[in-house]
């Protein structure tokens, strides 16, 4: 029999990590459980056996060693963000998920002495949307921003000290931040989103980390959605871009402002809002207009700009081509690490062998983006035409 203090609560860590019930993890084991003997498990009041261990571990996608060791952070989770539509069992696997990435990120850091240290000021006293403002420039301000567009907020966050996580296993879910038990800030952000709302999303989770609200509790999202504009827009940007006074705004100007702040078109009428730059009936009807043609969920100007974090990508590749890291070691730090140290981009020109061995559907993008019209008719007479051919006919093509 295996005892070991910590193996209910890892237990119960990896299993809401990959969003498991009870009943889900007993579907999954080669050896019949039932849910009772698995919570039993969870609340240690029955220890499993070395091979109902070593099972557990496998359907968990976790070696067994996992299950048995101590945590090795406590998180402090102050701001948390969903939708209505995210159950309490999403929250849970999404915080459990967060935890465990953290502690492999951790571990990676570790092996090449990155300092935990951080420059992020704490306990910037907010009361109201104009405290909001100056705290957003007070950090502008000590990292030396200027009033420039950040190229990258994710970025610029993980170059002071700040851990970015990104979650792309629940829609619903906004965002999520806190402090672990090193005092080391933490990130959470859906990846799944567009690129503009991730700048955002970030910039709003910087919010509660560094703030601390003097209000009432139900102030602190809109108190962290000001303090977030403000830190991709300062005020004073934003009236040199706007103006004082204005009478209406138009889509291309706000797409323009899009494009070159990374500030959603959406964000930018709030902020002209906010600013006193255009009178509520105004700001209603362009909220009424970004509705009726269905631009509140997608708009019709793109920031180009990338935001994810790249600080794990980056050490992670290091620590494989200098050998510090097997492909398995990398595997067990981070499960997805292949995805992580994939090219950013795809490479431009493709041989016609290349062509035809990639997917149908990533071939007709490259096609595509290269202005080649393509008849999807005939790409599949061709992938019939190439099926019956060897490898040694594809070497024919240069």
Known sequence: MVSFPSIGARLRQARLAVGFS???LASKLDRPLTKQALSKYETNKAVPTTLTLMDLARALSVKPSFLLSEPRISISWVGYRKHAALRSRQTEAITAWATKCLESEIGIRELFDVSPHHTLPREIPVNDDGSAEEAAEHIRDSWHLGELPINGVIDTIEEHGGIVLACEQVREFDGLSGWTDQASPVVVINSATTTDRRRFDAAHELGHLVMSVQTDEHQYEPLAHRFAAAFLVPRSVALRELGTKRTTLSFAELGVLKQRWGLSMQGWVRRAYDLAVIDF??????????????????EPYQYEGREEPLLLRRLLSRALIEGILSSRDAADICPN?????????EPSHFSLRQLARLPRDQRYRILRDVHIEVDLQELDALDRATCDESDT???KFP
Do not use: K, S, T, V
């Open 22 to 24: 009870l009943d889900e």
């Open 281 to 298: 009936p105004h700001y209603r009807a362009l909220n009424i207009e970004f509705r009726r043609r269905g631009w509140h969920l997608r």
């Open 337 to 345: 690490y292949q995805d992580l140290l994939e090219p950013l981009e």
């Open 393 to 395: 006919d594809l070497d």
